[in-house]
């Protein structure tokens, strides 16, 4: 990364940070760009050179998020199926307990379904890039309902779970997943 590119980016992220900020406060909706930018100590004028509106700010940092969760998890090392969905559910619930904060703000200020598009666009092409016994092989329209499938249950989950004034620790909500999703299997075989 030049220069350049690394100031750009710099400048993305204090404008997300200024806006995560604000929405501690105030409602996203009465969140003016003038607000994001100083908040930022930068100008509108470079606000809008990097985002179209707050919308897209709210996704560059879904899309940030989303890129940390898959570094973590696809760091890995594929195991037997039980095993791996057990690290996968321990991955997943910690990772987003650590973000917790942030996540409860999404869910406080109608955004989370930001980060629920985020996860489904960019997950889709990285389908092949997590190794899992649980994914199936198909046609791009085939992984792309398969994939639907599988992160709405991640996503709803993750936002019935964080949206409660008290949340589990994650080793209790993965004990539980885990129980539901053996349920589920021996249901299948009966």
Not at 143 to 155: D, E, P, R
């Amino acid at each position: 990364m030049n220069g350049k590119q690394r100031m750009v980016q710099q400048s993305k992220q204090w404008l997300s940070d200024a806006l995560i900020e604000l929405m501690a406060t105030e409602d996203f909706e009465d969140i003016s760009i003038t607000e994001i930018a100083q908040k930022a100590d930068l100008s509108r004028k470079t606000f809008y050179r990097l985002f179209k509106n707050k919308n897209a700010v709210v996704d560059f940092f879904c899309d940030q998020l989303f890129d940390d969760y898959f570094q973590v998890l696809i760091k890995q090392t594929p195991q037997p199926a039980a095993a791996m969905l057990d690290t996968t559910l321990n991955i997943f619930f910690n990772f987003w307990w650590q973000q917790k904060s942030l996540v409860r703000l999404l869910i406080r200020q109608g955004l989370f379904d930001h980060l629920t598009a985020v996860w489904q666009r960019k997950a889709i092409p990285r389908y092949g890039n997590f190794i899992a016994p649980w994914h199936l092989q198909g046609t791009p329209k085939e992984v792309n309902y398969i994939m639907a499938f599988q992160l709405g249950g991640f996503t709803n989950t993750l936002r019935v779970w964080l949206d409660q004034a008290d949340p589990e620790e994650p080793a209790v909500i993965q004990k539980t997943m885990i129980a539901a999703i053996h349920q589920l299997s021996a249901s299948l075989k009966a």
